[in-house]
């Protein structure tokens, strides 16, 4: 059967000569499986440049429940980047994205509100000037509310610990060393308040922000059953000073 789906790219590995099997997250289907035969052929016209990770795409496909691979008949992009494929920065934080998207959205079962959060919030970094720095974060945060691991908040101003194994914040800090320090926890605290456009606001170091996704890591890696490692993630440490 025929459908048309919004879709965003997590993943794709070149599939014989001319085509290209991506994994990408829909609007209708969840996380699919699917194969662009003969994108890479002359006569396609650079259509392999619309598929790189997080884009952003309207397709046509033959969706069978039965094969664990679904066809493309069409595809086109929805919302044209103007700054992500060609910042080095931008571009270097969606690799790293959309590798977190690729190991924590294992579910084929639909997430309307998630596939929203996160098509609004990549037009968002597309015209994003300041706090970009911080945008992975920020993400890396937010989806704790639409994976069903989002903390409780303390009292506004109360010190707090957010501790990774109950994904709770306590004012008491945890006996073992799977936790964020105040000043991190605050910070979690912000980017999970705050609106994107205030991103600038949450003030980190170089350190910081990398002992902040080494925590953010643990915490998902408990909670999904499984070390979860990045490969970009030593390019990203790389960025900001």
């Known amino acids: ?13 070149r599939f014989k000569e001319t085509s290209l099997i991506c994994h990408i ?38 969706q069978n429940d039965k ?8 595809f086109r992009l ?18 790293f994205i959309s590798e977190l998207l690729y190991k924590l959205l294992r579910e084929e079962h639909p997430n309307p509100q998630l596939f929203e959060f996160l098509s609004n919030a990549l037009i968002a970094l597309d015209v994003l000037d300041e706090g970009v720095y911080n945008f992975h974060l920020y993400l890396m945060v937010q989806l704790t ?8 908040l303390l009292d506004e101003g109360t010190p707090a610990f957010f501790d990774l194994k109950s ?24 980017l999970y308040s705050i609106p994107l456009a205030s991103l600038a606001s949450v ?27 990045l490969k970009s993630l030593s390019v990203v440490h790389e960025l900001f000073d």
Do not use: W
């Not at 929805?78 to 690799?95: C, E, G, N, R």
């Not at 509310?145 to 409780?152: D, I, N, R, W």
């Open 1 to 13: 059967m025929e459908h048309k789906v919004k879709g965003i790219i997590l993943h794709g590995i």
């Open 25 to 62: 997250y829909t609007s209708t289907f969840g996380r699919k499986t699917y194969i662009f035969n003969g994108v890479y052929k002359a006569k396609s016209k650079g259509k392999a440049a619309m598929l790189q990770p997080l884009f952003l795409l309207d397709l046509d496909v033959h």
């Open 67 to 74: 094969a664990e691979i679904q066809r493309v008949k069409d």
């Open 78 to 95: 929805s919302t044209p980047y103007q700054s992500i494929p060609f910042d080095p920065v931008k571009s270097s934080l969606a690799f």
């Open 145 to 152: 509310k639409y994976l069903g691991l989002h903390p409780t």
């Open 167 to 190: 994904g709770h914040f306590t004012p008491i800090e945890p006996k073992h060393p799977l936790y964020m320090n105040r000043h991190l926890s605050r910070c979690f605290e912000q």
């Open 203 to 229: 003030h980190m170091s170089r350190s910081e922000r990398q002992e902040f996704i080494k925590k953010m890591l643990e915490f998902y890696s408990i909670h999904f059953g499984g070390s979860i490692e």
